[in-house]
């Protein structure tokens, strides 16, 4: 009995190593849909790597560049086809602002890394990074949240109960504070005189003012 557990356990393990040998050899091919990408690559998080093409409201349109091995590279060359990778920003609700925020600093065929996160229909929900000179990198995520450009949403993809959720979903609620905090963005206070002009349209007297006036207009 001994034996067939160990046995089990053995075999258990080589198919470990089979599958993560298997992916890191994937990770050399070109994904050009979201559905060509492994369960395995989306269940582990990885990192990939893409060239921005372009901005629309449903996410960033990446093209996926693989870890280049030569020879292997130029044989996937001959039969890989073409396509865009739908990126969303995970657990972001972008505003108006935002969209225009990220098109003015983002540039075409900017280099970006994407860490899967889930995967929606044809989506890919991600962390998305920039790199800012040689040795720190920005998440869009978090900088729109910290410009107060969006607001905090549902991570698609984790399950709500998981560890990694939440770790990240106060990442990002941290970063929509300091904007909350700073008056940033959508978070900015109305001027004093904008409030003023609010509280007196919506004064009881003023509107029935308004009503008796537009009555008296119309039976002249």
Same mark, same amino acid.
């Given at each position: ?20 040998? !298997? ?21 582990? =998080? ?6 921005? !093409? ?7 349109? %990446?093209? !996926? ?30 505003a108006p602002s935002g969209m225009a925020w990220l098109q003015q600093e ?19 929900? #991600?962390?998305?990074?920039? =790199? ?5 990198? %920005? #998440? ?14 549902r991570i698609e993809g984790l399950h709500h109960d998981s560890r990694l ?41 003023v509107q029935t003012l308004k009503q008796f006036a537009s009555w008296l207009?119309?039976?002249?």
């Amino acid at each position: 009995m001994a034996e067939r557990r160990s046995g089990a356990a053995e075999g258990l393990s080589r198919l470990s190593e089979w599958a993560d040998a !298997h992916l890191s050899l994937l990770r050399t091919t070109k994904f050009t849909s979201a559905s060509d990408i492994p369960v395995g690559f989306v269940e582990k =998080n990885v990192k990939l790597r893409g060239k921005l !093409h372009q901005i629309t409201e449903k996410g960033l349109e %990446v093209e !996926h560049i693989p870890i280049s091995v030569p020879f292997i590279t130029s044989l996937q060359r001959k039969w890989q086809s073409k396509g865009l990778l739908l990126v969303r920003l995970a657990g972001v609700e972008l505003a108006p602002s935002g969209m225009a925020w990220l098109q003015q600093e983002l540039k075409p065929k900017e280099m970006i890394w994407f860490q899967l996160l889930g995967r929606e229909d044809l989506a890919l929900e #991600c962390l998305v990074l920039v =790199n800012k000179g040689r040795f720190l990198s %920005v #998440c869009l995520n978090e900088e729109i949240l910290r410009q107060g450009l969006g607001r905090t949403a549902r991570i698609e993809g984790l399950h709500h109960d998981s560890r990694l959720y939440w770790k990240l979903h106060k990442r990002l609620l941290r970063a929509e504070l300091k904007a909350l905090k700073k008056n940033k963005g959508i978070w900015r206070e109305e001027s004093y005189s904008e409030r003023i002009r609010d509280r007196i349209s919506n004064n009881k007297f003023v509107q029935t003012l308004k009503q008796f006036a537009s009555w008296l207009r119309s039976s002249i």
